[in-house]
Structures are given as C-alpha cells and as structure tokens.
C-alpha cells in the first residue's frame, strides 16, 4: 500500500488548508486512516483518524477546527484545517491501518506511511 499525501504549506494564523491522501495498491487492506503530525522539535503525535465504519476520533488541540473526511469510493482522506494556530505547524503524514497485520514501517499503531507534508502556520 501507498500513500501520497498532497496540500499543505503556508497559511496565516486564523487561515485555512486541506491536506488529502491517496491510497493505492491495497485499499481493501485498510482498516483506520488518518493523519499524524511532528512538530519541530517534538515527537510525533495523532492528530485525526477515521476508521472503515466511519467513527472519527480527534486530538483535543484539534478538536473543533480540524475535520477529517474518508472517501472509500475513492480510496482516498482528506483533512480539513480551519482557524489554524502557529502550534499547528510541523510535518503531517498520512497513515494507515492494516487489517491483516503489522509491516516493517509500523509505529504509532498505523502500518503505512505516507511522506510527510510541511504545514506552516505564521502568527
């Protein structure tokens, strides 16, 4: 499985971005998808993730501003970053759950990886 991730980039405070991810090459292997963030200097953290059924789940700095969608006809998720705050900034990387079993690129409890975006939030 693949992950390409698209958007990010530079925003003001207060501004907006979309992030989508595309998966291929195995998309009925996946479980949850979502989206993990690295802060410059910090370690990586869960921001968003929505699992096959639909049930979302949130990381509380985010909750109300980020909104996180899954298109399965499309194999594809999609991030939507509102009212975005300097703390906002670092690499996000789209992420996936495989049904079936780990990978040698498991870590956080997601078996794929996409490559990171940078998202810069300036105050």
């Known amino acids: 499985v693949q992950l390409q991730a698209s958007g990010g980039g530079l925003a003001q405070a207060g501004g907006s971005l979309r992030l989508s991810c595309a998966a291929s090459?195995?998309?009925?292997?996946?479980?949850?998808m979502g989206w993990y963030r690295q802060p410059p200097g910090k370690q990586r953290e869960l921001v968003a993730r929505?699992?096959?059924?639909?049930?979302?789940r949130y990381a509380d700095s985010v909750k109300g501003r980020f909104t996180i969608f899954r298109d399965n006809a499309k194999n594809t998720v999609s991030l939507e970053m509102t009212n975005l705050k300097p703390e906002d900034t670092a690499v996000y990387y789209c992420v996936a759950q495989d049904r079936y079993g780990r990978t040698p690129n498991s870590a956080y409890g997601m078996d794929y990886w996409g490559k990171g975006t940078q998202v810069t939030v300036s105050s």
């Open positions: 090459g195995g998309f009925f292997r996946l479980n949850a």
């Open positions: 929505i699992d096959s059924g639909g049930s979302k």
